[in-house]
């Protein structure tokens, strides 16, 4: 019952928000935070009673389309890779709903769509029925195209748009590739499947793994199916990106290693190189293209492409370290890149600009925000003792074994982005004091402390106590892993 | 205590904590805690010391781990190992970090952001503390980037100015590339031996459990770490440019602590690198090359702080020589003895740049000698050691490495490296004259007024230690103080070796600093510049090469520009125009478009419908014809 009544929550809040009468529109950021801060809670709760190494805890389930041939259930569960997973999207949901406290435009509407994506998404990670899976998936899509088509900026349609249409054209690949699965094998229960395995298909394996793998690699996302994701974050609102990079993008690592990895592994096996050689080539590529971006958020999103294919690296390698590194790594730039989005977008909210050419000598005007770029910024570098180190670190260690060349490509990756991090906070918080600016004012609103401060705090925390997620991550990802058999 | 040295670095990283939280609101902007901070390091060095010599030379290395985290079958702990190497680095790191932080106090007074100045000097203590305690490398890593990192925030201290951030990150970005191989070289290290544990794996090559090719490679990986950090060639570029940060740091980070990590590195993996081939060729290699190129570009520098970076670059390129010999005493005695000396010479530099209203180019400066007398003092003192004078610091310790060098290296090398140590005489006796001799060239070095006692005293006691560090080279003067005997009898590799000074290397090591001392009190005689006008018109393009620094900056700046960010914007164009543009949106309007054009056929006249159902039927009869016939 704990599970379903997390999920629905933020959407039940959302629903209140809603209804809300006109005058007291107001209200909604408030209901809007209760309903997050409830679900942050309770997966709190369900975090410090989960049983590290019990398998899949607190599932509901019920029956739900019996078909006779095969039957859809209502199902709903979590392991040791998705309720870290669960934790961060509630987390990063009070942050989002924190940095929306200055939202003015329809904000019954606004919040009721934030807490439905929160929904959506954490459906993703707890549903373990296959077609159920599908439906939070494409459930997430309709909040999305509304947050950014209409409290977007700039190119905010078309940039909804090539959103949907990218992940649709994905989905596509993905139900065909469900519908081959369960039929097969008559179930779309994901733990039965990921525990028999699945000897044959209506389609050869290899096409299912295949399209599959394109279905979760759009969201990922990774070269060449990448584009949509600078515009959506350009885009978006500071919270929608911040839920974007924050869990969204992790929708795609954790669907390969739960669905991909765990229910195909021979086709893992065959496959993980291509995994890592793609990995490493999203890593360069998106470090190089990071470089030339001239509008910071876009910036950012171009950098969370580099850092995704190290967690397509880490998957490849499908050994306990690698694979553990890897689902590490979604936390850590969960976190990271969510702080990352948060600052900008406070600094979008004083300046009116994200031109990084427009910006400059911040620290003087914003020491607060200033100082919030600048460690975001090197955790995002990998600097140790903050969440991001734990993560590279991992990966490189644990892929080394199987795939030299991929791991050095991808540390050069890390050489690039101290480059670009130095760089962009040279030139956006540092350097001559610009007069325009004066009157901007800095980080002062108790939310926008507390949304950076809790951040801050969480890539900290990950950064030093690493234990506290590696022993979730390590029986469940070790129990994937034993299947692949490395 | 021995075993809870780990408190050393906590308590500059509580400082840290202190500072960074409430710096701004304490009275003095908490300078106080910073000093108190340093000061309790250094007296909790001489309990750390008591007790690690108190436990004999049997229970030594003094080891205290924990695990730290453990993810399938692989574990990792973390923890601190002190052995000799570390109780050396402990001293010189505890002690210029007191001396530093009391000099700061007067020096920084009325600067900008006085009370974060101090938090991340004393967060720089804390993480070079972590540094030489680590008994991993993982973790020796940790403090590895998190030392780079307070050298990144102090070297752009004034930020404002942009000459300060370009250098900030290139110090970081330059070291990060040295960076990559360490960690390259940890990982290939890990994998041979299966640990972090830096005693550890020297069991294991020790016990021949790994080399060949394999640890060849991953050995000179780690080299590129260390030859990062300590600014060797061609990694040198980034710690002159340090020299925008203030001075204070110049004397901590960039002189004594930071930049000899490399040669701790090496001097702690030195079973390593002696297991692995021809390494230490390739350390001596680099330390000569390095020792020879920064001792000429020293000569043409005319800022005072860039002439004292280029000497560092060139000193560490000696201890290099020294641990690429083999002798491990040698590169860390000459690490010892240069930490004090030259974070004294830099801040006598802090001192005069102070004192002379921020005049730092030597074209300004001269005569300072009557005008700042202590400084001056302190200063020829520094400068002599450096130079090798009998029996200040600096000569015993070159004196180990010329003989250890004489021992290991053959002819050919001891000529260079004493080709050298004549440079080190000599841009660091014209560095003395154009600062100090001769008349002002300045009005306002002309009204330079010496600095006030929170300058003058760590100069004086840091002047004592350049004078006197030396002797612990001799048992007597070790045993007197507690050590086992002399520096060689407590730092060693193989075996402990008793030190007898060989006469005829000390004429020689005179006879270098002589011919270095009076090649440049000939050419700048009573602070004139006549002479070395006229050598640079002579040569004027040699001159330029020299100053212009060999156009090393010059290529990277070049590399930078046309090769990393024209390859990005090479990648960038693609991505924008052929990925996004005709892939995707190509792909949305060729979809656009098609149904531009089918929507012709959707005209909603039933004759046409009727029509082209009638041809449909027409085609499948014809088609099943063919098939069936």
Partial sequence: MELTVLVFLPAFAGLLALLLPADRARYARWVALAGALAALGLSLALFFRFENGGGFQFADRASWIDAGAFEVQYFLAVDGLSLPLVVLTTFLTVAAVLVSFSIEHRQRAYFACLMVLSTSVLGVFTAMDFLLFFLFWELELFPMYLLISVWGSGRREYSAMKFVLYTVAGSAFMLVAILALALGAGTFDMAVLGQSGVESAVLPLRWVFLFLFIGFAVKLPIVPLHTWLPDAHGDAPTAVSVMLAGVLLKMGGYAIIRTCVTILPGEARDYGVWFAAIGAASVLYGAFVTFRQTDVKRLIAYSSVSHMGLVLLGIGALGTTAMVGAAYQMLAHGLITGLLFVVVGLMYERTHTREISRLGGLARQMPLLAAGLAFAGFASVGLPALAGFVAEVTIFLGAFQAYEWAVIMAIFGVVLSAGYILWTLQRVVFGPVRPEWAGAGDQRHWWEHASVAGLAALVILLGVYPDLIMDMLDPAIGAVSARVGS | ?629
């Fill in chain 2, 1 to 629: 205590m021995a075993e809870h040295a780990w408190i050393l670095a906590a308590v500059p990283a509580i400082a840290f904590l202190a500072l960074a939280a409430l710096g701004r609101r304490l009275p003095r902007q908490g300078d106080f805690l910073a000093v108190l901070a340093a000061a309790s390091g250094f007296g909790l060095f001489f309990a750390v010391l008591a007790s690690f010599l108190g436990r004999g030379e049997g229970a030594w290395p003094v080891l205290n781990a924990i695990e730290w985290t453990a993810i399938g079958d692989f574990r990792l702990n973390m923890g601190i190992a002190v052995d000799q190497i570390t109780i050396v680095m402990l001293a010189v790191v505890t002690t210029v970090a007191f001396m530093v932080n009391v000099f700061s106090v007067g020096y920084m007074k009325g600067e900008p952001r006085y009370w974060w100045y101090f938090a991340v000097l004393q967060l720089f203590v804390a993480s070079m503390l972590l540094l030489v305690l680590a008994d991993n490398l993982l973790l020796l890593y940790v403090a590895w980037e998190l030392v780079g990192l307070s050298s990144f925030l102090l070297i752009g201290h004034y930020w404002e100015r942009r000459s300060a951030v370009e250098a900030a990150k290139k110090a970081f970005i330059t070291t990060r590339v040295g960076d990559v191989g360490l960690l390259i070289g940890i990982i290939l290290l890990w994998k041979a031996t299966g640990t972090f544990n830096i005693l550890d794996i020297i069991h294991a090559v020790e016990a021949g459990e790994v080399g060949g090719t394999g640890l060849f490679v991953s050995v000179m990986f780690i080299f590129l770490g260390a030859m990062g950090k300590s600014a060797q060639l061609p990694f040198h570029v980034w710690l002159p440019d340090a020299m925008e940060g203030p001075t204070p740091v110049s004397a901590l980070i960039h002189a004594a602590t930071m930049v000899v990590a490399g040669v701790y590195l090496v001097a702690r993996l030195l079973p390593v690198f002696e297991a692995a081939g021809d390494a230490l060729l390739v350390v001596t290699a680099v330390g000569l090359i390095t020792a020879l190129f920064s001792g000429v570009v020293a000569f043409a520098q005319t800022d005072i702080k860039k002439v004292l970076a280029y000497s560092t670059v060139s000193q560490l390129g000696f201890m290099f020589v020294a641990l690429g010999a083999g002798v491990v005493s040698a590169g860390m005695f000459h690490l010892f003895t240069h930490a004090f000396f030259k974070a004294l010479l830099f801040l006598g530099a802090g001192s005069v740049i102070l004192g002379a209203h921020h005049r730092q180019e030597v074209g300004q400066l001269g005569g300072l000698w009557r005008r700042m007398p202590v400084t001056a003092a302190a200063f020829l003192v520094g400068s002599l050691a450096l130079a090798g004078l009998f029996p200040l610091a600096g000569f015993w310790s070159k004196d180990e490495i010329l003989h250890a060098v004489e021992g290991h290296r053959g002819a050919l090398v001891f000529a260079l490296i004493s080709l050298a140590s004549i440079m080190t005489a000599f841009y660091t006796t014209r560095l003395f004259i154009l600062t100090f001799l001769g008349k002002p060239r300045d009005a306002e070095a002309g009204h330079a007024r010496e600095t006030g006692a929170s300058m003058t005293g760590p100069l004086v006691f840091l002047a004592v230690l350049s004078v006197f560090a030396g002797f612990v080279v001799y048992g007597g003067v070790g045993e007197a103080l507690g050590f086992p005997g002399g520096f060689g009898e407590f730092v060693y590799l193989h075996h402990p070796e008793t030190f007898h000074i060989d006469w005829g290397l000390a004429g020689v090591s005179t006879a270098l600093f002589v011919i270095g001392v009076f090649g440049a009190g000939w050419l700048y005689r009573g602070g004139r510049l006549d002479r070395a006008a006229a050598l640079t018109a002579w040569q004027p393009k040699l001159y330029e090469m020299t100053r212009r620094k060999f156009y090393f900056d010059d290529l990277y700046q070049f590399l930078i520009d046309r090769v990393v960010l024209g390859f990005s914007y090479v990648v960038s164009w693609f991505d924008r125009f052929a990925v996004n543009d005709t892939g995707v949106d190509g792909s949305a309007t060729l979809t656009g478009y098609a149904g531009f054009l089918l929507k012709h056929l959707q005209t909603g006249r039933v004759p046409n419908y009727a029509l082209a159902i009638a041809a449909g039927v027409a085609a499948l009869i014809l088609v099943a014809l063919a098939a069936g016939g």
